[in-house]
């Protein structure tokens, strides 16, 4: 009798978890707004970042002067582009604003006609103005001469050194590559335990990073025939040099998988002494919650090589347009909200190096960078690259390509072969493009 | 049931104790040699179960200690062992962050597609069970053997288009999808060694044939049950691709909600080993005080014919 009596509970208890579930089911089911014209939710999907965290933080105020409602989903860097090859390869109209990275997937997602036209939008509002905006990052948000999004957060790389260790060598910040090897040679003697010089080693993480000193070398990833530049004279001087600094000064047994999160750790434990690095990054090195050098980081411009010091400048971020969407004028709206001079000038006081050329120059907009990081910013803008790996459709494959020679310079392989290696399976790619 | 199918018979019993049989002698000679080898045997025992344990303890022990740290000591060689604890993750994670929301919605998810996929595979294993039914069964299998990933796409274009997506439903429903092949294979192997006789002897007694399932069958499969229903909920709990695509802003479950520590330019480890010290407590614990019933359904008929 027991027993019938504890599976008749135990069904009557499934019976009604599954009522209830299937009413949570569709509560929930029916809650998700529909995608109707114009409907008065506007779904945004965005990266964790802290130009999110400022936006979310003013999305009462667009509420209230719109009247429309905000639905925002945030995911990680890798999550939200593992959800838009889902969602917009199936066509969705659920997502209407969504943030992107313009040098990684852009071209891919303007191929596949995933993101709106916005030509017309931009210049329909004079006040906002479109013409404000710094050249090379609209360039890479611009397709076939269509403007397919609005850069929000951009990006250059800068030289992270440590002042005492700078001031103990008696040596001046490097102003050229020279120079940097030099330092990095002289800090690593005086200083037990401490790199000279550390940066990324990993096959794809490094490529953005080595980028700039492959453009002060002279070189690009792609010439000016539209050829494959990895085998160059200049691409394999930059080769050898960048893996050559890491090889000789770089941290003992310096493991070739680093990105940025694990060079950083090795700068901020105090572990070396110069660093090259995306500026966007530098509050990692300057808080003291994170960093246990915050006191004595110091920030310069790349040092110049053969050709001079050549930084990437790039929007690592822009908001655009689902094709899809039913909502695109709304969702016009509040990108138009969210890059206005005023938000910009905020999220970049917050840390987030903006596009806008009117909130560079205005002395609020820099009042909480470090000077030192403001002037580098300024003169890595003027001579900037506005690309920092190669511009193709199947960036990570390439990316992989043309990254492993910097692992082959490191390991203290042949780098030149590698680099030639490298230059035939990135024409391969180049080709399959065309 | 399990006693005697775990206790030998009183013939094996009384031999034990020990009755020859003719041959018995000619093993004797192989007892003082085993007694030679006991020395090393121990150490090589405790040696490899050291090493074993260390190999699979090693990251949880990482994850509770950098769980404590803040971000500068996690990076901090000298201070791996011996360090000022904080609880500042701790309180980021449930407190600013009210992880109770994630934490409700992946025990909710959990929770029905296991209850769910318990009604409706396990009469359906019973089914393929008793009447041979081994066409279906691969059907059934079918969903196990496709790629998840693969799925994704098509799932999510129907899904979005009966306006499902974001919704607990097609959570709960994705996950069925795979827990759904797993009850229906490991109950039909327990029901394949229950004895058709008792419920012959029910149906004798005057019981219908769901009668006697419900009466005679089913209680004697609360192992298995309890194993399939515990191994589903594992499943559910830890699943991140499914409920990545097809969750919305309110209804993330745990793993995919971790993600919210990782950012573009800075990464929270202390946050983030602190939510994943909150992920898999519950499910350590679970299985802990579970294991023995998912061993025992695991290996429920075996051994059959």
Redesign the interface.
Known sequence: MKRHSAVRVAAMAAAALMAAGALASCGSGSGTPAADKESKTLRVTLANHVWTDTVKSRLPEFEKQTGLKVELSQYGEDQLSDQYNVKLNAGTSEIDVMMYRPLQEGKLFAKNAYLADLSDDVKTNKEWGWADFQSGPVLATTYKEKVVGVPIITEQEVLYYRKDLLKKAGLEVPKTMVELEAAAKVIKAQNPGVAGFVARTGKSAAVTQFSSFLYSFGGDFIDESGKSGVSSDAAKKAYAFYGGLIRNYGPANVSTDMSWPEAMAIFTQGKAGLYTEADSLYKNATDPVKSKVAKSVGFAPLPAGSSGSKAYNIPSWALGVNEASANQANAWKFIEWATSKAMTLEIQKAGVPGARTSVWSNPAGISTYPADLAATIAASTKNGVGHDRPLVIKVPESRDIVGNPIVVAITGGDSGAAADAAGAAFQKVLDAEK | MTDTATTPPAADRTMAKGTRRPGQPLQRPTLPRRRRKQPAYPVFRVVVLTLTVLLFIAPLVWMVVASLK???DI??PDKTFFFTPTLDNYANVLGRNNYFVFIFNSF?VA??ST??S??LGVPAAYAMSRFTMHRSAMVVLMARIIPGVSL???W??IF?N?????????L?LSHMFVALPLIVYLMMSFFDSLPTELEDAAQVDGLTPIGAF??IT??LSVPGLATAGILSFIFSWNNFMFA??LS????KTLP?AI??F??????DWGSLMSAAVIVTVPIMVIALFTQKYVVSGLTAGATKG
């Open positions: 803040t971000n500068v990076y901090d909710w929770l029905c209850v769910f318990l009604i994704l796409v098509p999510y274009f979005a009966l306006r499902l997506v974001g919704g607990f439903g097609v709960i419900l009466r089913l209680p990545l695509v919305g802003a309110n209804t995919v993600f919210n990782v950012s573009y330019a800075s990464i």
